[in-house]
């Protein structure tokens, strides 16, 4: 094996020097040159010390080059080429690797100072940026202190984790312990599906205020479907002012429009203000149908001469038709003296009768006289006749 880790002294590099009589043979007692190539360079003189294996004259031709830091301070392939006088040259070669070979590790101990690898390389355990260090138990401890990466492919560890970070936000005791049932209060605003019970809620004023403010402001054209209220409104407002409209027009008869046309003819403070019962005083005529209470009445002067007591007789110059007022007078102007005359002849005072002085036989009137010649009943007999 001639893999050198970088810049180690330890493990020399063995080379042959065959004779050059017959090529075959070793050349033992030699000093060697020994020139090296450093991955693809130019030769040089090796910093290492170059001795025969075993000491001089011990080494059967074979001779050793010493690890040296200088040397192996490349990594990559390293040509060795030794020459000697009495031997053919001597060409090998090296490579220097950053692990070491000899580590009974499998050589991966050699990758305890390597950054974090690429993607796709190998895995390492230790403490190095991108290794894997284990705890006493043969557990991987998470390494929580690694920066995640911005962008995480999908479906990957990183993916979940970096969900974990952007989701696990706040810690767990700050949140809730309720674990279902009634909610005795609440004191932040809550969003809610399906509200099942809706006793006890009112609106606020100002809600009340709102919704009208939305009802009264709508744009009447935005809420026009056919048969909804907001066609009814918008039909409406289309229609003319009905006060303006004339009355009674051409409204049917038994219209709202025909009745106030028709009958609303006068000022309503133009009529009586009489609610009924009995009136102060009436300054036009009325027609009474029947009274009731004639108690206050008196006829005027000229009444007493339109009411015929009795009619004419066929002579009207001797019996004339007899008026109220003719036969008050008779009974006004009877002669008491003549009743009183009767009385003190021993005539009966009872009833007395007073017969029409042009036709002594028509009587005009009749007097029931008490026993103090106070005249009680007066009788006009009909005398048509």
Request: glycine letters at 14%; proline letters at 6%; charged letters at 10%.
């Amino acid at each position: 094996m001639n893999d050198r880790k970088l810049g180690s002294t330890t493990y020399p590099y063995f080379f042959f020097m065959a004779a050059s009589g017959d090529h075959l043979s070793g050349a033992p007692s030699l000093t060697p040159a020994v020139t090296l190539a450093k991955n693809g360079g130019a030769f040089a003189a090796a910093a290492g010390a170059v001795t025969e294996v075993g000491g001089a004259g011990n080494g059967g031709g074979w001779y050793q080059l010493a690890g040296h830091a200088t040397d192996r301070n490349t990594l990559g392939t390293l040509l060795v080429k030794a020459t000697a006088t009495g031997a053919d040259p001597s060409d090998g070669r090296m490579f220097v690797v950053p692990w070491d070979p000899f580590d009974g590790n499998l050589a991966l101990a050699g990758l305890a100072g390597l950054t974090a690898p690429a993607a796709g390389a190998l895995v390492t355990v230790g403490t190095a940026a991108g290794q894997l260090n284990p705890d006493g138990s043969g557990a991987v401890p998470v390494a929580f202190g690694t920066t995640l990466p911005t962008s995480p492919g999908a479906g990957t560890v990183g993916e979940a984790l970096k969900l974990a970070d952007t989701n696990l936000n706040a810690t767990v005791s700050s949140r809730s312990t309720f674990a279902g049932g009634a909610v005795a209060s609440v004191t932040a605003p809550v969003t809610v599906g399906t509200n099942q019970d809706k006793s006890g809620y009112s609106l606020t004023s100002g809600e009340h205020s709102n919704i009208a403010g939305d009802v009264l402001n709508a744009t009447a054209a935005s809420f026009v479907a056919s048969g909804s209220v907001g066609q009814k409104i918008s039909a409406a407002g289309s229609v003319g002012d009905p006060l303006t409209a004339t009355v009674p027009g051409s409204y049917a008869a038994g219209t709202a429009g025909f009745v106030l046309g028709t009958n609303l003819n006068a000022t309503v403070s133009s009529r009586s203000t009489y609610a009924g019962g009995a009136v102060a005083s009436v300054t036009a005529p009325v027609t009474v149908g029947t009274n009731q209470d004639k108690s206050g009445y008196n006829l005027a002067a000229t009444g007493w001469d339109s009411i015929v007591i009795f009619g004419a007789g066929p002579n009207p110059a001797t019996n004339p038709a007899r008026t109220a007022r003719d036969c008050l007078a008779l009974a006004a102007l009877a002669p008491v003296g003549v009743l009183t005359a009767v009385a003190a002849n021993g005539g009966t005072l009872g009833s007395v009768t007073y017969a029409n002085p042009n036709v002594p036989s028509q009587t005009l009137a009749t007097f029931s006289v008490d026993a103090s010649s106070n005249r009680t009943v007066v009788t006009f007999p009909n005398n048509a006749s």
